[in-house]
């Protein structure tokens, strides 16, 4: 099997950065999410790195979805990342964690008058998502008595080799305003008094293992950019969103690297901006490629059966990593206490939740298991605790993070008491 680079093997186990999974695994019980802070950073520093070696004007936004916890906000912020926040709750842990409002873009197609306010009261720009929103934007910050930075989302009618669950810039996705409709937004949005169109937004969707979809997006921000140009309006960033996906399958699928993604995206970038004489910045809004495979999960096997097949049933279920179960997705497991071992048998690793679906691995080759092996589910850093449920009145488990020799909390193991910490008694049955 071939483990990226944080990853390794000791004595027979799993390692993580230099931590041992089995000791991590004693240490903070199981189910448990396990982050490498190191690795993150290196994330980071390589796309970063990519996209400046073409242009200087670079911002990255985080998309704030893929892994919500203080911790990777912080690390992060410190990096000098901004973030693509969807909701008050990604707001508020993107300030928290040291975020400046101005390094924020707040997205999403479906804003509440809260939201909005939000925006307007903190100072953060908006990609706007419709004329009905606009409008209700320009009233909220008149209210508030501020003009507030916008652009505009725009659907490229771009399809994508993706799930189709996360495919969005469709001609039929719910996101964005049609190329056919964009001038016209940023003509209202001109003739408004509180919204000032300072920007281009688009993101075409998730997992994208190709580059030319980017390419083909960049074409048609920059044919937008013309049109804006017309109307005088002279783009202050161009932001491309996310979308880079990671080799989930590392043996078999050939995922772009940061420098082929910006070999492929930067020449067009570069290429428009300099036929129309303007020098936006150039946003990307990355989740998955900086977070992705810096994550794993440890998960413990509770029984074995041989029945039609072989399952291994273990702690953790789509309660905690939907991915498998929602969009059929390929996560990596290794048995981290016998990582040297032979794979001598076919394994369905399946959870504990009451639905057949409850799988995280069908039919992998593992070694012999038994009661109290532990697993590793790797890449699990994007969508996978972000995603999870209480499902089945379960816990959520806890989430430890690494930095070379120290390993600490990011998050508890929730309890019984906080499932039914804020249930309320009604009046009738007291
Ligand atoms: C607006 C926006 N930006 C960025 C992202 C991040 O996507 P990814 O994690 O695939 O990089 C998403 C999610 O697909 C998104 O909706
Ligand atoms: N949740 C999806 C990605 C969605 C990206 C958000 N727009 C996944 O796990 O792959």
């Known amino acids: 099997m071939i483990l990226p680079s944080h990853l390794s093997v000791r004595d027979d186990h799993l390692v993580i950065g230099e931590h041992d999974t089995v000791d991590l695994a004693e240490r903070f019980g199981t189910p448990l999410y396990v982050t490498d802070e190191m690795r993150i950073c290196q994330n980071f520093q390589r796309l970063s790195g990519a996209l400046t070696a073409h242009y200087k004007k670079i911002r990255i936004l985080y998309a704030a979805k893929a892994n919500g916890?203080?911790?990777?906000?912080?690390?992060?912020?410190?990096m000098g990342a901004g973030a693509d926040v969807f909701s008050a709750g990604e707001v508020a842990l993107a300030l928290d964690g040291g975020m400046?409002?101005?390094?924020?873009?707040?997205?999403?197609?479906?804003?509440?008058?809260?939201?909005?306010?939000?925006?307007?009261?903190?100072?953060?720009?908006?990609?706007?998502?419709?004329?009905?929103?606009?409008?209700?934007?320009?009233?909220?910050?008149?209210?508030?008595g501020k003009t507030v930075d916008i652009a505009f989302r725009v659907n490229p009618a771009i399809e994508v080799p993706t799930h189709p669950k996360i495919a969005t810039g469709l001609a039929t996705s719910k996101f964005g305003i049609p190329a056919g409709q964009i001038l016209d937004a940023y003509r209202e949005?001109?003739?408004?008094?509180?919204?000032?169109?300072?920007?281009?937004?688009?993101?075409?969707?998730?997992?994208?293992?190709?580059?030319?979809?980017?390419?083909?997006?960049?074409?048609?921000?920059?044919?937008?950019?013309?049109?804006?140009?017309?109307?005088?309006?002279?783009?202050?960033?161009?932001?491309?969103?996310?979308?880079?996906?990671?080799?989930?399958?590392?043996?078999?699928?050939?995922a772009p690297t940061p420098e082929e993604y910006a070999g492929a995206v930067m020449p067009v970038f570069l290429r428009g901006i300099r036929d129309l004489g303007i020098e936006p910045e150039l946003w990307v809004e990355p989740g998955r490629w900086l977070v992705g495979d810096s994550t794993i999960l440890l998960t413990r096997v509770n029984s074995v059966k041989t029945a039609h097949k072989t399952f291994a049933n273990v702690d953790a279920g789509f309660n905690l990593l939907v991915r498998p179960t929602m969009y059929d997705s390929y996560h990596e497991v290794v048995a981290a206490n016998r990582a040297d071992a032979p794979a001598v048998r076919e394994y369905s690793v399946t959870g504990p939740i009451c639905?057949?679906?409850?799988?995280?691995?069908?039919?992998?080759?593992?070694p012999e298991l038994e009661a109290g092996d532990l697993?590793?589910?790797?890449?699990?850093?994007?969508?996978?605790?972000a995603m999870s449920s209480q499902y089945n009145s379960r816990p959520r488990c806890a989430e430890v993070l690494l930095a070379g020799e120290k390993a600490a909390l990011m998050r508890r193991a929730e309890t019984i008491d906080d499932l039914t910490a804020p249930m309320v008694t009604v009046p009738w049955q007291e």
């Open 375 to 385: 697993i590793a589910v790797l890449d699990a850093g994007a969508y996978g605790f």
């Open 355 to 366: 639905e057949t679906g409850d799988i995280l691995a069908k039919d992998r080759m593992l």
């Open 189 to 254: 949005a001109l003739a408004l008094e509180h919204v000032n169109p300072v920007g281009i937004h688009c993101h075409i969707g998730s997992q994208i293992l190709a580059v030319e979809p980017f390419a083909r997006e960049v074409e048609v921000l920059i044919d937008v950019a013309r049109d804006l140009l017309d109307i005088g309006v002279d783009p202050a960033f161009i932001d491309i969103g996310g979308g880079l996906g990671i080799p989930y399958r590392r043996e078999t699928d050939r």
């Open 69 to 78: 916890n203080l911790a990777i906000f912080k690390t992060l912020a410190s």
């Open 100 to 144: 400046r409002p101005e390094s924020l873009l707040f997205n999403g197609s479906s804003k509440t008058s809260a939201d909005l306010a939000l925006a307007v009261e903190k100072g953060i720009r908006v990609s706007v998502d419709s004329p009905d929103e606009l409008r209700q934007l320009d009233r909220a910050a008149g209210e508030g």
